[in-house]
């Protein structure tokens, strides 16, 4: 098999256990090479939106101005080159068998930053037409079975723009494409953990977060895989 990225030759990942146990072999979609383009986040971030920053950036000051709580959102990955090429291919152009670059590390990574077993994990949701025109939500792809969470957000609009598509300026002034899709004494005194594939701006997590809110949830903060 090929990397989907370089087209070299990927090495096949023998599983002893897989083996002697008959599974599956699990082929992989990118050469160890191109996977260690990724970078990881490892050294200081804004504790709003999880940037490399040193301190607190300004986008996160200006939403403290607008009287937003933070969001305190932790990110996995930086968005770089290849990391930007991973969302074209598997977000825009549909390869769903991509989730599994990523769905291991991200879920053990959202496990571990629990620190509150009761958070109740909310994945942001897609619109009707997406999820027909690509077969799948792209944040739900990255999430391994055993991950519980909760389906309390909806669009509310059979069609919703997309974020990639406009600039920063168009960003900020769209409307919520959110609604509740949960009873309100489920909400109440939750401390809610959205799960999205990348923070751009932060609209949309924001926008997540007024819906909790509103109805009653003590917390929402965020973990999003790239930043």
């Given amino acids: 098999m090929k990397c989907e990225y370089c087209q070299q030759q990927v ?6 256990v897989a083996f002697l146990m008959n599974s599956p072999q699990q082929l992989k979609s990118l050469c160890d090479h191109c996977l260690s383009r990724f ?6 971030t804004c504790f709003g939106c999880g940037r490399l920053n040193d301190g607190l950036c300004y986008d ?4 403290q101005r607008q009287g937003q709580p933070l969001l305190q959102n932790n990110a996995l990955y930086e968005y770089n080159m290849m990391m930007k090429w991973y969302f074209q291919n598997y977000k825009v152009k549909g390869g769903y068998h991509l989730r599994q670059v990523f769905s291991e590390i991200f879920t053990a990574h959202i496990k571990s930053r629990l620190a509150d077993k009761a958070s109740c994990l909310v994945p942001i949701p897609v619109s009707k037409a997406t999820l027909k025109q690509r077969g799948f939500n792209q944040v739900q792809g990255l999430l391994k079975n055993n991950l519980v969470f909760k389906d309390w957000l909806m669009c509310k609009r059979e069609n919703k723009v997309t974020q990639s598509s406009l600039d920063r300026s168009q960003r900020m002034q769209g409307v919520s494409p959110f609604q509740l899709n949960a ?14 594939d990348i923070y751009t701006t932060g609209r ?13 949830a003590t917390s929402v903060t965020s973990i999003t895989l790239a930043r």
């Avoid at 970078?39 to 200081?44: H, K, L, N, P, V």
């Avoid at 996160?60 to 939403?63: A, G, K, L, P, S």
């Avoid at 009873?183 to 999205?196: K, R, T």
Wanted: proline share 2%.
């Fill in 39 to 44: 970078q990881m986040i490892s050294s200081a």
């Fill in 11 to 16: 090495a096949p990942d023998w599983n002893l």
């Fill in 204 to 216: 949309t997590l924001y926008w997540a977060a007024d819906v909790f809110y509103s109805y009653g």
């Fill in 183 to 196: 009873s309100q004494e489920a909400v109440v005194n939750q401390h809610i953990v959205l799960i999205d």
């Fill in 60 to 63: 996160c000051m200006r939403w």
